[in-house]
């Protein structure tokens, strides 16, 4: 018996260029415990590969655009005399203005997870670099955080 692959082409495929992230947190630290703050923003453009389905094939070719703010929680672990090890969880509010094709907006949880190392060259100042996950439904990010961390 032989049947036929008639299948449907898909009525949109959407995949993103690699993006602008922006990330400003702060808070303050019990003991080992950090509590804080933050804010995200973040841009990325639609991959030329992306396209919509109507009567024809169309090219998507605008931007996704996203603003949050969340609630942030971690805990650094002494690895060393100048260096820690941090992992943190974080819990907000988002909202994405997408364009494909028609301009649309999108709102929800945000989920954050992040893990990294603190290297202390001073009592009061740190560098970091970690990884953290952000989780919104248009575009799920993969980042890599390179910042300061300033004791008062």
Do not use: C
């Not at 969340?70 to 650094?76: A, E, P, S, T």
């Not at 001073?122 to 953290?132: F, K, P, T, V």
């Not at 919104?136 to 300033?150: K, N, R, S, T």
């Amino acid at each position: 018996i032989h049947r036929a692959n008639h299948a449907l082409p898909k009525p949109k495929y959407k995949k993103y260029e690699m993006g602008f992230g922006l990330n400003v947190a702060g808070g303050v630290t019990h003991e080992r415990w950090r509590f804080g703050l933050g804010g995200i923003y973040k841009k990325n453009k639609h991959h030329s590969s992306s396209y919509y389905l109507e009567r024809a094939r169309h090219s998507l070719s605008s931007d996704s655009q996203t603003v949050g703010g969340y609630l942030d929680m971690g805990y650094q672990l002494p690895l060393g005399q100048n260096f820690d090890g941090y992992f943190g969880f974080g819990l907000g509010y988002y909202l994405s203005m997408i364009g494909d094709p028609r301009d649309r907006k999108q709102h929800d949880i945000l989920l954050i997870g992040s893990i990294g190392l603190a290297w202390y060259f001073s009592d009061n100042l740190a560098l970091r670099l970690g990884y953290r996950y952000q989780h919104e439904e248009e575009v799920p990010a993969h980042l890599i955080d390179l910042g300061l961390g300033f004791d008062f």
